[in-house]
Nanobody, 122 residues
């Protein structure tokens, strides 16, 4: 069992930056592929970024490429999402998720955090 807790959300002006963190419980964090999803009001939850269990492979949705970076520190059981050049359309609740195995961009992850709100004002 893995429990995930996100932090770092908030209100930021367009063009600004935020760094989200997701800390996992359990001693097997390093075995999990970690991902970030987001959900805006009235919209489906969408894939944002993911990182493989060793951190050697990452994947991003097209709309955030070049602006967002995901990384992980397995010694701290934490995955990060650095978000730069934020836009109003990035406003959403951001969730981290975990699964064993390869990166996927659909919601079939086994464990989810409670989410953290990111609001970008224009």
């Amino acid at each position: 069992q893995v429990q995930l807790v996100e932090s770092g959300g908030g209100l930021v002006q367009a063009g600004g930056s935020l760094r989200l963190s997701c800390t996992a419980s359990g001693r097997t964090f390093s075995s999990y592929t970690m991902a970030w999803f987001r959900q805006a009001p009235g919209k489906d939850r969408e894939f944002v970024a993911a990182i493989s269990w060793r951190g050697g492979s990452t994947r991003y949705t097209n709309s955030v490429k070049g602006r967002f970076t995901t990384s992980r520190d397995n010694a701290k059981n934490t995955v990060y999402l650095q978000m730069n050049s934020l836009k109003p359309e990035d406003t959403a609740v951001y969730y981290c998720a975990a699964k064993i195995g390869v990166i996927i961009t659909t919601i079939q992850y086994d464990y989810w955090g409670q989410g953290t709100q990111v609001t970008v004002s224009s």
